[in-house]
């Protein structure tokens, strides 16, 4: 059984770019959710997709956005990149709003 | 506006000691506690999830406890082991939302053969 996973494991841009990351849920699981991790701090909520609509957003500015697909996998939108969106980029499943989490390894992207 | 703190940000011992994360949150209405371990570059492995109503939890080695009323956590490591080795990250969700994990800034250990 398939965890979360997620493509591509690394990415480099340079500013003004856009970039989508994609994950597929873990079997069985229908919400996705996604974090940005900066270098040496902690993952810091982006926003949750269930039944294909944004249900929670953290502080993130309009330029992040997601989309979830009818098969439950999910991407993520970074437009006009700036350096400083330079992090781990962590999906999470679980099979429903309430339960926990399982992360993927992630994404790690570079803007340059 | 909740807040994760986590003590030290980083610690080196050498194998076989026991050892104590601490992890603080600002506001004592969660709705359950997560301790995580990562890699370098890796994801997130769950090691163990306190409910708000529960005070500890156990699996193999390692012992979470929690103090809701206090914000506090601990995480115990007996024993440690070089495999040990990696950030330690905890995890509080609310009210505000039970996706919506507030991290601590996590500790790095390190434990030495």
């Known amino acids: 059984d398939a965890g979360v996973t997620q493509s591509p494991t690394h990415l480099i841009k340079t500013r003004g770019q856009q970039v989508t990351l994609r994950c597929s849920p873990k079997s069985g699981h229908d919400t996705v959710s996604w974090y940005q991790q900066a270098l040496g701090q902690g993952p810091q909520f982006i926003f949750q997709y269930y039944e294909e609509e944004e249900r929670q957003r953290g502080n993130f500015p309009d330029r992040f956005s997601g989309h979830q697909f009818p098969n439950y996998s999910s991407e993520l939108n970074v437009n006009a990149l700036l350096l400083g969106d330079s992090a781990l980029y962590l999906c999470?499943?679980?099979?429903?709003?309430?339960?926990?989490?399982?992360f993927g390894s992630g994404t790690q992207l570079s803007v340059l | 506006k909740q807040e994760v703190t986590q003590i030290p940000a980083a610690l080196s011992v050498p194998e076989g000691e026991n050892l104590v994360l601490n992890c603080s949150f600002t506001?004592?209405?969660?709705?359950?506690l997560q301790w995580f371990r990562q890699d370098p570059g890796k994801g997130l492995t769950s090691l163990l999830l306190?409910?708000?109503?529960?005070r500890e939890q156990t699996s193999g080695r390692l012992n979470a406890s929690l103090d809701k009323s206090s914000g506090r956590s601990t995480l115990y490591i007996a024993a440690s082991q070089p495999g040990d080795s990696a950030t330690y990250l905890c995890?509080?969700?609310?009210?505000?939302?039970?996706?919506?994990?507030?991290f601590g800034q996590g500790t790095r250990l390190t434990i030495n053969p």
């Open positions: 995890a509080v969700t609310g009210s505000w939302g039970a996706q919506k994990l507030v």
């Open positions: 306190i409910q708000s109503s529960q």
């Open positions: 506001d004592s209405a969660i709705y359950n």
């Open positions: 999470a499943s679980s099979p429903g709003q309430r339960e926990k989490l399982f």
